[in-house]
């Protein structure tokens, strides 16, 4: 069965700052991963997604993220911290064959962005 | 406008009266899916739905339950609700061959 794991409940950056929010995967298959972000009171949105196409995958908001099977790694970066970036993200992985239905979720990383 | 609309927003209840969480998404999509989001837990899947008439559990089912009569609906019940089923609940839609999932904007049910 695959699994998610994500480093970290909160993580805090300055404004700025390089945000860089962590993610290992655990699948016996090649997987699709997600990246989605919860702001306060309000449901999850997609941030990315990798679906096998290229390895390095850019999403909304200035977000990115590259998937590294050898490291079996999907983490999000964003160059630069803006203060509406405060928010709850969560990591995901399904298999292919599986698809939406057996979505796994991390535990998620809570976002503060500081002045 | 494309949505999955959830009812109702906020709930408080006591232990052992039966509740129904209603889900309706209007993009005519396939599969529809609920889960629970607890701090430190991420989001677990509770049942999904791959069309009318077709449920199956997911990794948290045990009191709960579902219908999918219409295309568009997917009730959450609980029969006899538990202060450990205190949560945050998301009902989710995608389209059949889609793994992007569309989330509504969450139910937050506490049992006293």
């Known amino acids: 069965a695959q699994s998610v794991t994500q480093l970290g409940s909160h993580v805090s950056v300055s404004e700025g700052a390089l945000v860089l929010l962590r993610c290992n995967y655990s699948s016996s298959v090649p997987p699709y991963l997600f990246w989605y972000v919860q702001y306060p009171n309000q449901g999850l949105q997609l941030l990315l997604k990798y679906t096998s196409a290229a390895t390095l995958v850019k999403g909304i908001n200035g977000f990115e993220a590259e998937f590294k099977k050898s490291e079996t790694s999907f983490h999000l970066t964003k160059p630069s911290a803006h203060m509406s970036d405060a928010a709850e993200y969560f990591c995901?992985?399904?298999?292919?064959?599986?698809?939406?239905?057996?979505?796994?979720f991390g535990q998620g990383t809570r976002l503060t962005i500081n002045p | 406008e494309a949505q999955v609309t959830q009812n109702p927003r906020y709930l408080i209840t006591v232990t052992g009266k039966k509740l129904t969480v209603t889900c309706s998404q209007n993009?005519?999509?396939?599969?529809m899916s609920w889960y629970r989001q607890d701090p430190g837990l991420g989001l677990r899947q509770i049942y999904y739905?791959?069309?009318?008439?077709?449920?199956d559990k997911g990794d948290v089912p045990e009191g709960y339950k579902v219908s999918r009569k219409e295309k568009r609906n997917f009730p959450l019940i609980l029969e006899s609700p538990s202060p450990n089923q205190t949560s945050l609940y998301f009902c989710a839609s995608s389209s059949q061959g889609n793994i992007e999932q569309f989330f509504g904007p969450g139910t937050r049910l506490t049992v006293l």
């Open positions: 995901a992985v399904t298999l292919r064959f599986q698809g939406a239905q057996k979505l796994v």
């Open positions: 993009m005519n999509h396939e599969y």
């Open positions: 739905s791959m069309n009318v008439e077709v449920t």
